[in-house]
């Protein structure tokens, strides 16, 4: 990461800063695996600690370690529903289960795909839209190039560390990130830690 790093400082000044304020890049990574996705939607809308008690129980419920297409589908959707998942997020993670069983879906070789592909592959699942495929290529896939212009927190921090009016929108986000390439991932987190010091994750987003 350093010569990401040295990039990103020279590049933009204002990022600079907030590198200096942050310190070392401990980027926290997920496998790039059907359990990943899951753990995704179960996320969708909820803080952290809700997520990961919901999550919890489904993985206990399931009885697999991995999670496995297999595993969710023979669980019955009143007993997922029961555990804390909404009606929606039920259909979806039952959706996605069966896509990946039947192959369309699939994550062993998802790792050779370009971004936009895998955007193209992964937003064909419903409940899965462009902003968890740009979590899943940061997270999982460990993209370095990635700019989540749909994230409120990015748009946040952008907001309060270029002193912007408004939030800004997908084209302004793309102007000020340019710089950053090839690195947006690396800067998107030190902008998710400027506003959270103690654990930078992914912000919480609406239902796409």
Known sequence: MKKALEHLKKADVVLAAIISRAGAYKIRYADPSFETLVRSITSQQLNGRA???????????AKADPLTPESILKLRPARMRALGLSGQKMTYIRELARMTRDGEVNFEG???????????HLTRVKGVGVWTVHMFLMFA???????????????????KAYGLEDL???????????????????????LWRSLEEKKPVASSQEPE
């Open 110 to 120: 998802i790792g050779a795909l370009e971004d936009g592909a895998v955007v193209d």
């Open 51 to 61: 997520a990961e008690t919901i999550f919890g129980r489904l993985k206990a419920a």
């Open 168 to 190: 800004p929108k997908p084209a302004q986000m793309e102007k000020i990130a340019a710089a950053w390439r090839p690195y947006s991932s690396v800067a998107c987190w030190y």
């Open 141 to 159: 896939l460990r993209r370095h190039d990635v700019l989540p212009t749909g994230d409120l927190g990015i748009r946040m921090a952008m907001k």
